[in-house]
């Protein structure tokens, strides 16, 4: 195991992360839970035509053309998102699978009162079973929720001076490729059923496992030294080589088509994911989800012991 240097990457926490992907029927905006696709419903999608709505972020000719890359689902279009809000009857279809990115806010209530608030940052996947016209025009269609793919704004780069965000590239070059292959083999993917890959956790033995971190800004002396000593003891349960870089090399190196395993962690509203994936094609070897916001001592125990089975 490499030793963990704060004199090469001082101060540095955890990263909250980019996205996590559910394929499957969505049950309510802050839940992570979602029933299953029928065989019925993936073929049906087999036929449909993609729009994907091109979202106003620096990046967005790149984002197209990383998508463009790795879809081989169907037949792909690319809209402005302006376009897309503004013309809903063409693009709303049984015949279209709709891909669009979305910001929204809920405020939790309980007994009648503000109990909570959290935002919802994500590509939403779907399309609609049915769609009828009314008296005046308007589109009303019976929706159906395909997938979704959570972002945190706290990796998003947002540009000096612009409002656009920029996305990670090469993060969502790898959840595309993994949306994309679960469509093509008909496969429902639920981040609350976990993921487990025995078998290709235990080959981490001799590889080197990426952890993408980043600087916390603004912290006094006395939370720099909670936060080293956090980190200390979180590396301390992982026995096997490891690598710490920026998110920004990270994608970079997704995008140059590297093979290596990287550990990804998302806040959602009381829960976050962890997972550890591929980025040579996306693929997920380990998934899960708790009650609280960070990866610690435990959980990284939990993994070094997968990876110590033969």
Same mark, same amino acid.
Request: net charge neutral.
């Given at each position: 195991?490499?030793?963990f240097?704060?004199?090469?990457?001082c101060?540095?926490?955890i990263?909250?992360?980019?996205?996590?992907i559910?394929?499957?029927?969505?049950?309510g905006?802050?839940?992570?839970?979602v029933?299953s696709?029928?065989?019925?419903?993936?073929?049906?999608?087999?036929?449909?035509?993609?729009y994907?709505?091109?979202?106003?972020?620096?990046?967005?000719s790149?984002?197209?053309?990383?998508?463009?890359?790795?879809?081989t689902f169907?037949?792909?279009?690319?809209?402005?998102?302006?376009?897309?809000r503004?013309?809903r009857?063409?693009?709303v +279809?049984?015949?279209? *699978?709709l891909? %669009? !990115?979305?910001d929204? $806010?809920?405020t939790? /209530?309980k007994?009648?009162?503000?109990? @909570?608030f959290f935002?919802?940052?994500?590509?939403?996947?779907?399309?609609?079973?049915?769609?009828?016209?009314?008296?005046?025009?308007?589109i009303?269609g019976?929706?159906?929720?395909? +997938?979704?793919?959570y *972002?945190?704004? %706290? !990796?998003l780069?947002? $540009?000096?001076?612009q /409002?656009?965000?920029?996305?990670?590239? @090469?993060?969502i070059?790898?959840?595309f490729?993994?949306?994309?292959?679960?469509?093509?083999?008909?496969?429902?993917l639920?981040?609350?059923?976990?993921?487990?890959?025995?078998?290709?956790?235990?080959?981490?033995k001799?590889?080197? !496992?990426?952890?993408?971190?980043?600087?916390?800004?603004?912290?006094?002396?006395?939370?720099?030294?909670?936060?080293?000593?956090?980190?200390?003891?979180t590396?301390?349960?992982?026995?096997?080589?490891?690598?710490?870089?920026?998110?920004?090399?990270?994608?970079?190196?997704?995008?140059?088509?590297?093979?290596i395993?990287?550990?990804?962690?998302?806040?959602?509203f009381r829960?976050y994911i962890l997972?550890?994936?591929?980025?040579?094609?996306?693929?997920?070897?380990y998934l899960?989800?708790?009650?609280?916001?960070?990866?610690?001592?435990?959980e990284?125990?939990?993994?070094n012991?997968?990876?110590?089975?033969?």
């Open positions: 195991m490499k030793p240097s704060f004199s090469i990457v101060f540095l926490t990263a909250t992360a980019v996205a996590q559910n394929v499957g029927n969505g049950r905006a802050g839940n992570l839970w029933g696709h029928s065989q019925k419903t993936f073929d049906k999608l087999k036929s449909t035509t993609t994907f709505a091109v979202p106003e972020v620096c990046n967005s790149e984002l197209k053309s990383v998508i463009a890359s790795v879809w169907n037949e792909i279009e690319f809209v402005p998102s302006d376009a897309f503004n013309n009857k063409k693009y +279809s049984p015949e279209n *699978l891909i %669009n !990115l979305r929204l $806010e809920f939790v /209530t007994d009648g009162f503000p109990a @909570g935002g919802k940052f994500y590509f939403l996947v779907s399309t609609y079973k049915s769609v009828k016209e009314t008296g005046k025009g308007e009303k019976d929706f159906l929720d395909i +997938s979704e793919i *972002l945190s704004k %706290n !990796l780069y947002e $540009e000096e001076g /409002t656009q965000y920029c996305l990670n590239l @090469g993060l070059k790898n959840y490729q993994l949306l994309n292959r679960k469509l093509s083999a008909s496969e429902n639920k981040m609350n059923d976990g993921i487990v890959d025995k078998e290709t956790l235990a080959t981490l001799s590889k080197t !496992l990426y952890l993408p971190w980043k600087l916390d800004e603004g912290l006094d002396k006395e939370q720099v030294e909670s936060q080293k000593k956090l980190i200390e003891k590396l301390s349960k992982y026995e096997f080589d490891y690598k710490i870089v920026s998110y920004s090399e990270l994608g970079d190196s997704i995008l140059n088509g590297e093979d395993y990287y550990v990804n962690e998302t806040p959602f829960f997972t550890i994936a591929n980025s040579k094609t996306g693929e997920i070897i899960n989800n708790k009650g609280n916001f960070r990866i610690g001592p435990g990284m125990k939990k993994i012991g997968l990876v110590s089975k033969d």
